[in-house]
């Protein structure tokens, strides 16, 4: 066994097979070596630490979504022998502040972005400082191309293409008006999907997360002399809405309604009937991050193009017969 392949194992085991790392890392463990963390981040000139800048969020009403993430990526990390710093600005601070005191620490050795927003700055202040970082969620032209996404586009054709082979003419998309580029991606694909199987699609949208604005703008829609009989939602929360509607205006989902929606979060297994949605492949999106960051980090290549991952049709009885 070569004095390389035991580096990589300790360093880079991303780089080995499965099978030679695990006979590596079977030996190192029968021979009880545990390397010295001060003298190795001195000589590579790394911490090991990822630090990944939480979104904000409500610990009484938590987005499962991004809890899954934070555990993909905290077991892809790990996997490549790197650990996940949770960081988020103090009181008064601006992220980029926060960035530029990880930075001039020397606390870290990259960054993970999520929530990647049009012109987000944390983007921009990153690429300014030449400092390594991976985006989940695209990032400008002009500025590295270091991002992994999921081809919402494409996953919403798809959806619209179950709908028109059931014989769906007359479809609605449900979306939100915050402004959030993958909302915006979800809409061009359901009006690409419509305008690919000649059918009649309209838009309505909610400014925000209201539960009560959603039920009432659904509401409407369903009492309309044009209502549809297939509602694309844009995300599952928005779907929630929809059934609660359909309730209240006697629609029955399944049945006299279509619905289909994207993100598949752990409740929509649980609605009646079941909601038929796009999964995002959380892991893989992990994995993608975390082998792209350490790309920059350990090699010194920046990716010079970005990569899109199809997500995963669910197909559960809210589609209908």
Same mark, same amino acid.
């Given at each position: 066994?070569?004095?390389?392949?035991?580096?990589?194992?300790?360093?880079?085991?991303?780089?080995?097979?499965?099978?030679?790392?695990?006979?590596?890392?079977?030996?190192?463990?029968?021979?009880?070596?545990?390397?010295?963390?001060?003298?190795?981040?001195?000589?590579?000139?790394?911490?090991?630490?990822?630090?990944?800048?939480?979104?904000?969020?409500?610990?009484?009403?938590?987005?499962?979504?991004?809890?899954?993430?934070?555990?993909?990526?905290?077991?892809?990390?790990?996997?490549?022998?790197?650990?996940?710093?949770?960081?988020?600005?103090?009181?008064?601070?601006?992220?980029?502040?926060?960035?530029?005191?990880?930075?001039?620490?020397?606390?870290?050795?990259?960054?993970?972005?999520?929530?990647?927003?049009?012109?987000?700055?944390?983007?921009?202040?990153?690429?300014?400082? +030449?400092?390594?970082?991976?985006?989940? +969620?695209?990032?400008?032209?002009?500025?590295?191309?270091?991002?992994?996404?999921?081809?919402?586009?494409?996953?919403?054709?798809?959806?619209?293409?179950?709908?028109?082979?059931?014989?769906?003419?007359?479809?609605?998309?449900? +979306?939100?008006?915050?402004?959030?580029?993958?909302?915006?991606?979800?809409?061009?694909?359901?009006?690409?999907?419509?305008?690919?199987?000649?059918?009649?699609?309209?838009?309505?949208?909610?400014?925000?997360?209201?539960?009560?604005?959603?039920?009432?703008?659904?509401?409407?829609?369903?009492?309309?002399?044009?209502?549809?009989?297939?509602?694309?939602?844009?995300?599952?929360?928005?779907?929630?809405?929809?059934?609660?509607?359909?309730?209240?205006? +006697?629609?029955?989902?399944?049945?006299?309604?279509?619905?289909?929606?994207?993100?598949?979060?752990?409740?929509?297994?649980?609605?009646?009937?079941?909601?038929?949605?796009?999964?995002?492949?959380?892991?893989?999106?992990?994995?993608?991050?975390?082998?792209?960051?350490?790309?920059?980090?350990?090699?010194?290549?920046?990716?010079?193009?970005?990569?899109?991952?199809?997500?995963?049709?669910?197909?559960?009885?809210?589609?209908?017969?």
């Amino acid at each position: 066994m070569s004095r390389q392949t035991i580096s990589n194992a300790l360093n880079a085991p991303h780089r080995l097979r499965a099978e030679t790392l695990e006979r590596v890392t079977a030996l190192i463990e029968e021979l009880g070596y545990r390397p010295d963390q001060s003298a190795r981040a001195l000589k590579s000139g790394t911490r090991r630490i990822i630090a990944y800048p939480t979104p904000v969020d409500d610990p009484a009403n938590p987005n499962p979504l991004m809890g899954g993430f934070l555990e993909a990526v905290v077991s892809a990390a790990g996997e490549a022998g790197y650990r996940i710093l949770l960081v988020r600005p103090r009181p008064g601070q601006s992220q980029e502040q926060a960035l530029d005191e990880l930075i001039a620490g020397r606390t870290v050795d990259g960054f993970l972005l999520s929530d990647i927003l049009r012109d987000d700055p944390r983007v921009a202040h990153l690429a300014a400082e +030449g400092f390594p970082f991976a985006a989940f +969620g695209r990032t400008e032209p002009g500025h590295p191309q270091s991002w992994v996404d999921v081809d919402s586009v494409q996953a919403v054709i798809e959806l619209v293409g179950l709908l028109a082979a059931r014989g769906h003419r007359k479809v609605a998309f449900l +979306g939100s008006s915050s402004g959030q580029p993958w909302m915006d991606d979800r809409r061009d694909g359901f009006l690409a999907g419509v305008r690919r199987h000649g059918m009649a699609g309209q838009e309505f949208s909610v400014p925000g997360d209201d539960p009560g604005e959603i039920v009432a703008a659904t509401r409407e829609l369903l009492a309309g002399r044009a209502r549809p009989t297939a509602i694309v939602a844009g995300g599952d929360w928005l779907a929630l809405g929809v059934y609660a509607a359909a309730r209240a205006e +006697g629609v029955e989902i399944g049945a006299d309604l279509a619905l289909v929606a994207f993100d598949d979060l752990p409740v929509t297994a649980f609605l009646q009937p079941a909601l038929t949605t796009v999964r995002l492949p959380l892991r893989r999106i992990a994995e993608a991050l975390v082998s792209r960051l350490l790309r920059i980090v350990e090699d010194g290549v920046t990716p010079q193009a970005g990569l899109l991952l199809p997500g995963e049709l669910v197909v559960r009885p809210s589609l209908g017969p």
